[in-house]
């Protein structure tokens, strides 16, 4: 992170363009919210179900994955090597899945 350079005694820490771990600075640690990979999972398996009459294009299942991470609380996370099941638990995950899917359903964002 770098600090703003003004003569101000308050410096501001400044976003930079890139995000570096603090015990390594040569390697670049990405910033992902946990349960973004298990609505990717839950909706895969859904849509993958022939009984689920949902739209199956590109803008849909966007806004299916969208809709069903607002409804769930972020889980931010900085290494990806730390283990654990981190995130919402299943049962919310499979809420706010057919949730969207349901919204999306009645609302598709293009002609029927």
């Known amino acids: 992170m770098q600090v703003s ?5 308050s410096a501001v820490p400044m976003a930079s363009s890139k995000n570096y771990c603090e015990r390594d600075e040569t390697r670049e640690c990405a910033i992902a919210n946990a349960n973004y990979q298990k609505v990717l999972t839950v909706l895969d398996r859904c ?3 022939d009984r689920c009459a949902v739209c199956r294009c ?9 809709l069903a991470l607002n409804f769930l ?4 996370y900085v290494d990806a ?10 049962v919310m995950v499979e809420s706010a899945v057919i ?3 349901k919204t ?9």
């Open 5 to 9: 350079s003004s003569s101000d005694k």
């Open 47 to 49: 849509l993958r179900d």
């Open 58 to 66: 590109e803008k849909c299942i966007s806004d299916m994955t969208a």
């Open 73 to 76: 609380p972020p889980h931010y």
């Open 81 to 90: 090597g730390r283990g654990g099941d981190i995130g919402s638990p299943s």
């Open 99 to 101: 949730e969207a899917m």
């Open 104 to 112: 999306v359903v009645k609302n598709p964002r293009h002609e029927k």
